[in-house]
Nanobody
Framework: QVQLVESGGGSVQAGHSLRLSCAAS????????MGWFRQAPGKEREGVAA??????YYADSVKGRFTISRDNAKNTEYLQMNNLLPEDTAMYYC????????????????????WGQGTQVTVSS
């Protein structure tokens, strides 16, 4: 049974940083595509970052501020978020796609098979 558990969310002021973690069980993140998505109230869930054997992908809105990485030994994916903005406020979800390469569908939610329950990030101005 695949389980993804996010942690690290919280409430911060604009300009500050947070690091989200996604611990996987029943699934090896090594050699597979992992993604981070977010959903703000009243908005669609959008892709933020993805990481696979073909590299990393970022939404334009977070390029230069967010970094996705992984620790294979801990079977955990991370999202380092720097210089947070109020518009980054959302529920953040980790997702897994059992393919080596993320490819062109890296930031499309429909391409992912497994999802975590989410962790809330709130950024105040």
């Amino acid at each position: 049974q695949v389980q993804l558990v996010e942690s690290g969310g919280g409430s911060v002021q604009a300009g500050h940083s947070l690091r989200l973690s996604c611990a996987a069980s029943g699934y090896s993140i090594n050699y597979n595509c992992m993604g981070w998505f977010r959903q703000a109230p009243g908005k669609e869930r959008e892709g933020v970052a993805a990481h696979g054997g073909d590299g990393t992908y970022y939404a334009d809105s977070v390029k230069g501020r967010f970094t996705i990485s992984r620790d294979n030994a801990k079977n955990t994916e991370y999202l380092q978020m720097n210089n947070l903005l109020p518009e980054d406020t959302a529920m953040y979800y980790c997702a897994a796609r059992p393919l080596f390469r993320c490819g062109s569908g890296a930031l499309f939610r429909g391409e992912y098979n497994y999802w975590g329950q989410g962790t809330q990030v709130t950024v105040s101005s």
